[in-house]
Structure formats: structure tokens, C-alpha cells
């Protein structure tokens, strides 16, 4: 009814309207019409008398060069040079758009010297001339010679005078040979004038001998051309000028050159900001420019004339139109409102009570709806409170949506493929699961977009992309109609699905939007927390880094594997897995490229394994591996080699190579332990021999083994108690200089002075050290005590040259090692200059660049560098041009026999001769007899160290042997 009466209001009104603005409409048309016919005729009258004035212009200054060519005619041709001018200056100033008259002389070879010498009388030193490439010349020797002999004005083009135009291009000798084999005058086409360098035409009229009527072109003498000369731009800008006409047009000439159509003349109308008119003036008049177009013929040379001119704003030219179209519109807007107000008002203030009585029900239905919306509520965030199972919770979900829609039933789709909807038709139920892996992979396609969006977005992008992704399946099972809604987490993240199902056309309001919404919500608040949960206990049964089970876990599944093993009477192994330099990848590359690394070694220990195999990560780069139900032990150890070779694989990290490698230690039930402690332990102590037989491979447990772990930890306990009460001292021995024979420097070696065992070498407990991580305490602590005896030995006299001082592979690898030495020596307060530091070629060849850039900054504290051990790696001398170093020491393996070997000796005379020639000191190591001295001293080795000269001395004992040496010295 509302509908009804609301039509019987408008259709009189619209009625009304719809007459006034035809109309309106047919009035305005016409007027248009008569306006642009006005418009379009005035601007055609102009331009014609354009075209006009241009067109006589062009067929006036022909008959100016029939006139020329009739004083010749008149005087046979004899017409002297004053004449010529006297003749043309009249015709110039009466027609200025022509821009100069010429006569070319055809002048023979057989009259040239003749006529040259006419000319020298006028123009001393006269020669005809030709120009060729640019380049003016007098003319070669032709059968005949075009010769431009007189020409006006002569002030302007005087440079003319002498030239062959016969060799000035093919335009001109065509339009030339036309006019002499027609007897008419002809046109050259548009082309670039000789002399005045503008664009513009030639008319070329022959001349000749007089002959009686009746004679024949082909038999007439012809003895030259009148030449009339056209600058275009300038000739027509003066005709225009001299007609006055049309100075507003804009006007484009045309005209043919050799290689098609050109623009000979434009006007220049000054630039006029031209705004766009109004949309609805554009729909309302043509505002395209005025155009006019003439094509015309000068002696069979086609010529084109293009005119325009804008046209003028509407407001300007098209007064009566708008006005008609003004006013039938207020007519009309008027006459319409006038019948709308006069049909509505009696009804206004019915409408007005309906209204207010609709919107009073409305509120109370929403109240209604509101109150049962929250008990809805309440009800299941109780059961979340209380942990009710999963089910029962979106059981209660889907029954609150179905009620607020009352025309379906609902179906909830989780992200991991799951369906439940205890009211959906078993048929379509059926369907839905039956292609759950297909629904699976299409929710999680709808992930990347839906999380991708802020939540409104997101519910009103999904509703379209579900039904698209489910049409097909409804059908068969007579559902018409669904809808969906996103179910969103707090950080956007997408949880699953709500759709509701009908077998009628979904009629969705406002009201169950809001209540999908809310369905949505607390589906998504249901599905957090159980998230939130398993991930709690994902977190505290796993490592968070690789995925793999942490020791908690494993120990728990090793124990229900130890269960079945007792049960079944099977076997079953722990390999305890520990990786080898992971510590240096850590120190070098940071802990970033250590998470890299360990992502990369845990793929490929898995994929050594098979399903039923158990890999776990006990912290740090330690792992557990457990395998049930072997063959036998030849398994275990083939599946311990497949992981030692996976793990000696390079690595990429950070653009460099990383080698590692992997120590593994096994323990197998029952033989090995029947508990989770003892197997653990037994398979760590397997490890830690694997390691301390050079790491890289596997062992398997033995007894003996245990007595190892225990001297390890007394070994590590024994280490960190030397630190704490100062048994970690510098012994130093001298290097002697070869030639002289004196103490020139010293090297600082650092020994274990135990309590209760003595003296401890460096080999026995250095490599151990840098396997528990104290080696880079125990390098500071030799580079502090030798900075003090430095001082000692200074402030008794004794010059000790420099004191060398070995850095381990840690240190070298450290960032803060510059900073930290600086500290040391200047709390010293000796002089850098008087250290040295020694690192091997290993060190230095692992990873190059970044050993170059601290070598310079131990260079720029003033420390010197040597290359220990040199020739014992894999380096070369060339290699060793990019190192910033001093020195190098020839490893003690080359002078044991260097006395005795001859390849020995031949390889130490290769490496002393090589490194005098980079400029580097040498220093040999382990000299112990006179023989090998003498073999160094012939070669020219600098330096020589060993006990043949001293052993490794205390410091007081050094300054004894350094004092008596000086004594002798004096």
C-alpha cells in the first residue's frame, strides 16, 4: 500500500516534468542549430576569402615574370643589367611576396672564356662557378652552363652571381628542362632555397630567340630562364598582411618536396590558455574547431590550404540557446513541484504517524532479540570457561545462528579440513566430506586473501569466494541458496568457516548479518584458546627452533619405547649426536646463521631416517636419535655413517661455505642399559670419545668408556681451577738471528703449571680447552702475563727485540679482539710495536676476507704479523701477497731432516727464496743441531728458533740468559 500511494503521488508529477523538458529539449535544439549554421557560415566566408586572396596572390606574381619575360623577348634578349633592375624593382615593391626575379644565361663551353671575360669588366676576377657538397668551386669543364647572371634584389643575393644552377640539384634541372621542352613556365616543388636558406619554390620560364610564328618549341633557340623566387613563409605572411583579412585564422600551407608532404607556412596565433568547457557543455555543443580545407594547383604543382579557428565559448556565441534551455528548465522544475507538493500534503501527516508506529514495534522486536542474543552468549562462553569439548561448543554455535536465521540450517568448516553441522541434510553433509582433502587445500588458499584483510572486508570477500568454491555441491541435494562467513583470530589470521545452507532463496538482513557476526566471534574465541593450548603444550614438548621433540619428550617416548621393547623382546638404539665447529660458525657468523644451520643439518638427519625413527634436540647443537626394531647392529651403523656424511656436506651461510661435521656416540638396549638415564648417559659417553679420537665419526659404547668421562670432567674441573689461582704461565723462548747469532725476539708459549703433576705442555691440554670454550680466557691471560715480563725485561735494560705471541682459531674469529688487545697494552704501557702475533695458515685460508680485515686492524694498533707453521695447510706464497704480514715460520716438520733429506732442503730453499722475494722475514722452527744451521745460514734464512740455542725459559730464567749474553757482548 505505501508503494502504491507514493506512485499516485509521483507519476502526476513526473508526467508533468517529463512534458516540460521535452519541450524544453526541442526548443533548445533548434536554437542550437540556427546558431552553429550562423557560426559555421561566417567562419566559411573568411576562410574563403583566405583561400582567394592567397590564390591571386600566387597566379599575380606569374604574370609579374610573364612581364619580365616579355622585356627580354622585347629586346631579343639583350637587356643589360641596369635595365634588369630598373624593370624588377616596380614588380618587387608591388609584389612583396615574391622575394626576388633572377635570369639564368645558358652559356656554352665554346663561349665561356668569352663571356668570363665580359663579366670581368663588371665583377673583376669574374668565373663561373658550381657548388658540390657544400663546397663552392670554379665549374668544371660541361656541353653548357646554366649561369644566374643577373638577380634581384642584388644586395641580398649578390653571392649568386656566376653560379652554374645547372649542378644546384635534380629538383632544379627537372622543373628547368620541363619549362625549356614545354615552352611553359613550371614550378620546382617545396624545397630549401640556395642563398637565403629558406623554404620555398622556384618558376622557371624559358626564354628565345625570336622566331616566326608558328615555329616549334624543339626548334626555337633557347638562350635562358626568367626566374621568379618564392620564400613561402615570408611571401605568404606578406599577402596575408597586404589582403588584411582573416588574421585571427589559424592557417596551414602544404605543399609537395621530393619526399612527400610538408608544412610550408603556419601563422603563429599567440598561445591562448584554452580551458575545457564544462561536461555538461560539451554533451550540450560541438566544440570541436571550425575547419575549411582547399586543395589547388600552381603550374601542376599540387598545393593544400588548411584553415581553423576555435570555436567560441557557448557563452559568447550561444547566448539564445542557453537562455531557452534556462528557462524551460525552471518552467518546468517549477510546473513539476507544484503538482508534487499539491498531490503530498494531505498525506504527510499520515505517513508521519505509520512511521512513528513502525518504528515503535521495530524497537521492541530488537529489545526481544537482544535479550535472548546475550542469554545465547552467556551460555557459551560458559561452556568455554568451563572447557567443554570442542564439539558440544559449536553444536551450541550453530544451533544460536540457525535461529537467528530461521530459514536453514549451518555448517561450520575448520581450518584443518574438519566439517561439522549435526543439522545440515545428510546428503550434502555427505558430499562436503567426501571431498575433504579438495576443501582442505581450498581453506587454506582462502587463508593468504582473508588474513590479508581487516575484518569487514574480509567477511564481505569470503561470502562470494565461498559459494564460488562450493557451487556444485548444493545442487544435487536441492539446496538453492548459502552464505559464509570468515571466522577471524585476533591478529586477522583465518580460522574457518560458517556457512548457512537453504533450500530457499537467503533472505539476510541486517539483524542476522549481526548475529553471523557474532557466531563468527565466538567461534574464533573458541578456536584461539584450543589453539593457544596445543601450542602451550607443543612449546613445552618440543624445541621451538627445528620442530624436533626436546628431552623432555623424548625421554618420555624412549620410555614407552623401552616398554615395548621389554614386551616384544626387541632391540633398540640411542645414538647421541653432538655437532663438530658449530661453536666457530656461531662466533663468526652470529647466532643467526648458527639457526640457519641447524634448520639445514635436522632436514637432512631426517632424511636419513625412516618414519617409524625418533630425531630429538636437547639444546644447543646436541642430539638424540632413537631407532626401534633394527635388524642388527650393522643397521645402526649404517644409518650413524649416513648421518656423519650428511653432516660433512658444506653448508652455504651468509654467501661462504660453512664444513661442520657430526660425533656420535651409540648405546643400545639391553646390552647398554635398560633406563632412560643409563642409555642416555652411556650414549653421551660414546660421543665424547668419538670426539677425543678426532671427531667425525661414531662409537659405540664399551665400559671403559666411563673411566674417559671421568677424566674429562677432572680434566675441565682441574683447567677452570688453573685460570682461578694463576697455574697458567709464559715460558718464552728465544729466536736467534742467524747471521749475528744473538737473541732478536722472543715467543711466548704458555704452559700448565700443575700442583701436584708440574710442568703441563700445551699439546696436552690446549686442544681440550677450545672443546670447552676456554681457549680465548686462556689466550688473554698469555697476552696480559706477556706484556707484564715485557715491562720486567725493560725496566732491567735488556732489549728483547719483539715477543710473539700465538692466537688460537677462537680468537682470531672474535670481533671484539682488537679492542680488547688495545685495552691490554695500554694498561701495560708498553709499546704495540714490540708484539707479534702468529696465526697459522688454516686460520687465515677459512674464510679470507674477513681475516684481511682484521690482520689490518691488528696492523693498525702497530702489532706485526707472522704465518705460523707455514707450508703445513693448504695455502700458497701467492696467496700470501693479499695478507698484510711480516714474517712466516717453515714448520718444524722441514727442518728435522733438512740436513739429511734432499727434497727437504730443496722445498726450505724454495720457501726462504720465495719470501725474500714478497718482502718477508723467515723464521725456522725446531732447529736442534749445527748441521741444520748451516743448511739455513747458506740459504739466508733470517731467523731460527729451537734447542739447539734454548729451550722455553721462565721469565726470571730469561732475564739471567739475556743478562749473561749481554755481559759477554761488552
Known amino acids: 500500500m505505501p508503494s502504491i500511494a507514493r506512485l499516485s503521488l509521483t507519476v502526476p508529477a513526473l508526467l508533468v516534468c517529463v512534458i516540460g523538458l521535452l519541450a524544453t529539449a526541442t526548443l533548445f535544439n533548434w536554437v542550437v542549430q540556427w546558431e552553429t549554421s550562423a557560426e559555421q557560415n ?282 531557452t534551455l534556462l528557462i524551460g528548465l525552471i518552467v518546468t522544475a517549477g510546473f513539476s513541484i507544484y503538482t508534487f507538493a499539491a498531490l503530498s500534503s494531505s498525506r504527510r501527516i499520515r505517513n508521519l504517524v505509520d512511521q512513528r508506529t513502525s518504528e515503535l514495534n521495530s524497537a521492541n522486536a530488537l529489545l526481544k532479540h537482544d535479550v535472548a542474543t546475550r542469554e545465547a552468549h552467556n551460555r557459551i562462553l560458559h561452556m568455554i570457561a568451563s572447557g567443554a569439548p570442542l564439539s558440544d561448543i559449536l553444536d551450541g554455535i550453530l544451533l544460536f545462528s540457525e535461529r537467528a536465521f530461521s530459514q536453514g540450517s549451518c555448517l561450520v568448516i575448520l581450518a584443518d579440513g574438519s566439517v561439522r553441522g549435526p543439522r545440515v541434510p545428510a546428503d550434502f553433509l555427505a558430499a562436503v566430506s567426501a571431498r575433504s582433502a579438495q576443501l582442505s587445500a581450498m581453506l587454506h588458499a582462502e587463508q593468504s586473501w582473508v588474513s590479508a584483510m581487516s575484518a569487514p572486508h574480509a567477511r564481505a570477500a569470503h561470502a562470494g569466494q565461498a559459494e564460488m568454491s562450493w557451487r556444485g555441491l548444493q545442487f544435487p541435494v536441492g539446496i538453492r541458496s548459502m552464505a559464509s562467513w570468515p571466522m577471524l583470530g585476533k591478529s586477522g589470521d583465518w580460522l574457518g568457516s560458517l556457512m548457512m545452507l537453504s533450500r530457499d532463496v537467503l533472505s539476510v538482513s541486517h539483524e542476522s548479518r549481526k548475529a553471523m557476526r557474532t557466531s563468527t566471534d565466538l567461534a574464533g574465541i573458541l578456536i584461539e584458546s584450543r589453539r593457544a593450548e596445543e601450542y602451550a603444550h607443543h612449546l613445552a614438548h618440543h624445541d621451538e627452533l627445528t620442530g624436533l621433540p626436546n628431552r623432555l619428550m623424548f625421554s618420555q617416548l624412549l620410555h614407552m619405547a623401552l616398554g615395548r621393547a621389554q614386551r616384544n623382546g626387541k632391540s633398540l638404539a640411542v645414538l647421541f649426536l653432538d655437532l663438530d665447529r658449530f661453536k666457530h660458525v656461531n662466533d663468526s657468523f652470529g647466532h643467526n646463521a648458527g639457526d640457519q644451520l641447524l634448520r639445514s643439518i635436522t632436514m637432512s638427519f631426517r632424511s636419513c631416517l625412516r618414519d617409524p625413527d625418533t630425531v630429538a634436540r636437547i639444546g644447543g647443537d646436541e642430539f638424540i636419535l632413537m631407532l626401534e626394531d633394527y635388524a642388527d647392529l650393522r643397521h645402526v651403523g649404517e644409518i650413524a655413517e649416513r648421518l656423519v656424511h650428511e653432516a660433512s656436506k658444506p653448508v652455504e651461510i651468509a654467501g661462504q661455505q660453512c664444513h661442520v661435521g657430526v660425533s656420535i656416540g651409540i648405546a643400545t638396549y639391553p646390552a647398554d642399559g635398560d633406563d632412560v638415564d643409563t642409555l642416555l648417559k652411556n650414549a653421551d659417553s660414546a660421543m665424547y670419545r668419538a670426539k677425543s679420537i678426532g671427531r667425525g665419526n661414531y662409537q659405540f659404547y664399551s665400559p671403559e668408556m666411563n673411566t674417559h668421562t671421568l677424566n674429562r670432567l677432572a680434566l675441565e674441573s682441574g683447567l677452570r681451577r688453573a685460570l682461578d689461582q694463576h697455574e697458567i704461565v709464559v715460558h718464552y723462548q728465544p729466536k736467534i738471528s742467524v747471521s749475528s747469532g744473538r737473541i732478536v725476539g722472543l715467543e711466548a708459549l704458555v704452559r700448565w703449571q700443575h700442583r701436584e703433576q708440574g710442568l703441563i705442555l700445551p699439546n696436552e691440554f690446549i686442544p681440550f680447552a677450545e672443546e670447552i670454550g676456554l681457549i680465548s680466557t686462556i689466550g688473554m691471560r698469555v697476552l696480559r702475563s706477556a706484556c707484564i715480563d715485557m715491562a720486567r725485561l725493560r725496566e732491567v735494560g735488556i732489549d728483547y727485540g719483539r715477543v710473539a705471541i700465538n692466537l688460537s682459531g677462537v680468537q682470531f674469529t672474535d670481533r671484539h679482539l682488537v679492542d680488547e688487545v688495545r685495552d691490554v697494552i695500554a694498561a701495560a704501557g708498553i709499546q704495540a710495536r714490540e708484539l707479534e702475533f702468529e696465526v697459522t695458515e688454516s686460520m687465515v685460508m677459512q674464510d679470507r676476507d674477513r681475516a684481511i680485515e682484521l690482520m689490518h686492524g691488528i696492523r693498525n694498533l702497530g702489532i706485526t704479523l707472522a704465518i705460523d707453521d707455514f707450508g703445513t695447510g693448504y695455502s700458497s706464497l701467492a696467496s700470501l701477497k693479499r695478507f698484510p704480514v711480516n714474517s712466516l715460520k717453515i714448520d718444524r716438520s722441514f727442518i728435522v731432516d733438512i740436513d739429511a733429506d734432499a727434497n727437504g732442503v730443496g722445498i726450505v730453499h724454495a720457501i726462504i727464496a720465495m719470501a725474500h722475494t714478497l718482502d718477508l722475514k723467515v723464521i725456522a722452527e725446531g732447529v736442534e743441531s749445527v748441521a741444520q744451521l748451516d743448511v739455513l745460514r747458506r740459504f739466508g734464512c733470517d731467523e731460527y728458533q729451537g734447542f739447539y740455542f734454548s729451550e722455553a725459559l721462565s721469565a726470571t730464567d730469561l732475564i739471567a740468559l739475556m743478562t749473561r749474553q749481554r755481559e759477554l757482548t761488552l
Open 42 to 323: 561566417s567562419f566559411s566566408r573568411q576562410a574563403e576569402a583566405v583561400s582567394v586572396a592567397i590564390e591571386n596572390n600566387l597566379h599575380g606574381a606569374l604574370e609579374d615574370l610573364r612581364l619580365l619575360a616579355d622585356l627580354f623577348d622585347a629586346r631579343d634578349g639583350n637587356v643589360s643589367r641596369e635595365e634588369f633592375r630598373l624593370f624588377t624593382a616596380p614588380l618587387l615593391k608591388r609584389a612583396p611576396f615574391v622575394q626576388g626575379f633572377a635570369f639564368h644565361r645558358i652559356v656554352l663551353e665554346s663561349e665561356r672564356a668569352a663571356f668570363e671575360k665580359a663579366r670581368n669588366k663588371e665583377f673583376p676576377g669574374f668565373r663561373i662557378l658550381q657548388i658540390q657538397g657544400g663546397i663552392e668551386s670554379v665549374a668544371d669543364s660541361r656541353a653548357f652552363y646554366r649561369v644566374i647572371d643577373f638577380i634581384e634584389p642584388l644586395d641580398v643575393m649578390a653571392s649568386a652571381i656566376g653560379h652554374d644552377a645547372h649542378v644546384l640539384g635534380s629538383t632544379f634541372t627537372v622543373a628547368a628542362f620541363n619549362a625549356q621542352t614545354t615552352g611553359q613556365p613550371q614550378a620546382t616543388p617545396l624545397l630549401t632555397l640556395p642563398y637565403i636558406k629558406q623554404s620555398g619554390f622556384l618558376i622557371f620560364l624559358p626564354l628565345y630567340r625570336a622566331a616566326p610564328p608558328g615555329t616549334a618549341v624543339a626548334d626555337k633557340k633557347h638562350y635562358g630562364f626568367a626566374v621568379a623566387i618564392f620564400a613561402v613563409a615570408e611571401s605568404i605572411s606578406k599577402s596575408l598582411a597586404s589582403s588584411g583579412v582573416a588574421t585571427h585564422l589559424n592557417l596551414k600551407l602544404y605543399g609537395k618536396d621530393a619526399k612527400g608532404w610538408v608544412e610550408a607556412y603556419a601563422t603563429r596565433q599567440p598561445t591562448v590558455e584554452r580551458h575545457a568547457p564544462l561536461p555538461v557543455v560539451g554533451h550540450l555543443y560541438d566544440m570541436t574547431d571550425l575547419q575549411y580545407a582547399k586543395d589547388f594547383n600552381l603550374l601542376n604543382t599540387p598545393w593544400q590550404l588548411r584553415l581553423s579557428m576555435p570555436r567560441p565559448p557557448p557563452l559568447k556565441e550561444h547566448i539564445a540557446s542557453l537562455l
